[in-house]
Structures are given as structure tokens and as C-alpha cells.
């Protein structure tokens, strides 16, 4: 009797848990996105520009902060130290 009432339980909470409503942990904080241009070009920050006029970002909690760098080296040094998240590297 005892080993039927843990396979039940055991079988409820199996079934049971898909249907909790566990609240998104990370998607409520805002998040600063830095990204690193190494063209001041209007072609290669275009895409960029569009999404951040017309709130792409914002709707999806990022705060977006763009950066110019000199040169591809710099661009690739700041990727790989953290100091940015994302580079747009190339394009004339």
C-alpha cells in the first residue's frame, strides 16, 4: 500500500510539473547591448539605425548603446575582452 502511494505521488508530480507557472527569471531585467562599429559609413549602421527608431530593441528589453572603433583589430580586441557583445566589422 505504502509503494502505490509514492508511485502515485511520484506519477502526479511527473505530470504535474510541465503545468507550473514558473515566471521568466532573465527576461524581465534590461540588458545594455554594446556594439562596435568600425565604419561611420550610413550603409553599415543602417539596419542598426532602423531597429533602434523603430524600437526592436526596446520591445525585446535591450537598451542599445553603438560605439565607433578604429579599425577591425580594435573591433575584434574589444569582442574578445568583453567590452563589447557584439561588432559589425567589414563593409566600406
Known sequence: ?????????????VLGVPFFDFPPA????KKNLRIVFVSLSWNNQLPYRIAIAKGFFRDQGLSVEQIFG?????????LISGNVEFGSIGGA
Open 1 to 13: 500500500m505504502n509503494q502505490a502511494k509514492v508511485l502515485s505521488l511520484l506519477v502526479l508530480l
Open 26 to 29: 532573465a527576461a524581465q531585467e
Open 70 to 78: 578604429r579599425g577591425g583589430p580594435t573591433a575584434i580586441a574589444a
